[in-house]
Nanobody
Framework: QVQLVESGGGLVQAGGSLRLSCAAS?????????MGWYRQAPGEQRELVAT???????NYADSVKGRFAISRDNAKKTVYLQMNSLKPEDTAVYYC??????????WGQGTQVTVSS
């Protein structure tokens, strides 16, 4: 059974930084097509933040380009999201996502990121 465990959320002032981590278990790394982060603010739909494929190709939402960086450690089956220059509008619950070969997707439980102005 695939499980995703997130960590690293919290409260930070605008302009600050946070690093999110998401560790996958129950799956062999070469069966992971892509991992990524999505976020959902109150009253809003869940939206893509950033994704990274098995070979390292990345994709970012326009709103975070130049501020956030996604990376992964295949040996640890872990994906990271370095978030810099945080803004109040980045406040949301951040969810880790894993897409395995065959397109089944899995979600983490979410971690709260709050950016104060």
């Amino acid at each position: 059974q695939v499980q995703l465990v997130e960590s690293g959320g919290g409260l930070v002032q605008a302009g600050g930084s946070l690093r999110l981590s998401c560790a996958a278990s129950g799956i062999i790394f070469f069966n992971i097509k892509a991992m990524g982060w999505y976020r959902q603010a109150p009253g809003e739909q869940r939206e893509l933040v950033a994704t990274i494929t098995l070979v390292g190709s990345t994709n970012y939402a326009d709103s975070v380009k130049g501020r956030f960086a996604i990376s992964r450690d295949n040996a640890k089956k872990t994906v990271y999201l370095q978030m810099n220059s945080l803004k109040p509008e980045d406040t949301a619950v951040y969810y880790c996502n894993l897409e395995r070969l065959g397109s089944t997707t899995y979600w983490g439980q979410g971690t709260q990121v709050t950016v104060s102005s």
